[in-house]
């Protein structure tokens, strides 16, 4: 009886581990040039969610605002959406946007345009 009780709380874990996992924002794994060539063939603008390991802030913002259900669903729409870490995998990326405050956000057009950025833990405006 034991077996089957452990068995069901691990398949209960399981489904609500997957489900919350699936509700925010779905960062496709690809480069910045990949997700212009995508946005042109979906008609969508990029989303980049640009961070640094180590800001508390990006932490903050990947545990909580980008899982909310909400806005997941409205960016997986509208947006083709990426992250990278502009201080390791995203040198190249952060040569263009020349990110020293973290969060960075930034949107861009099908063209590769920068559109809007949103720079530092106050998510100060700079355009």
């Known amino acids: 009886m034991k077996k ?4 069901l709380i691990l398949i209960i874990q399981s489904y609500f581990s997957f489900s919350q996992n699936n509700k925010g924002i779905k960062f496709d794994s690809l480069t910045f040039n990949e997700a212009i060539a995508k946005s042109a063939l979906v008609q969508k603008p990029v989303f980049v969610f640009g ?5 508390h802030f990006c932490e903050e913002m990947r545990d909580s605002v980008l899982p909310d259900s909400a806005i997941g669903s ?3 729409e509208h947006y083709v959406c990426i992250k990278s870490d502009l201080e390791k995998d995203g040198l ?5 946007l020349r990110a020293h405050n973290f969060p ?3 949107f861009f057009n099908q ?3 920068m559109l ?10 700079t355009e």
């Open 92 to 96: 190249e990326l952060n040569k263009m």
């Open 4 to 7: 089957i009780i452990v068995v």
């Open 51 to 55: 961070y640094a390991s180590w800001c």
């Open 111 to 113: 063209k590769g345009e």
């Open 104 to 106: 960075t956000l930034v």
């Open 74 to 76: 409205f960016y997986n």
């Open 116 to 125: 809007h950025t949103k720079r530092g833990a106050a998510i100060e405006e």
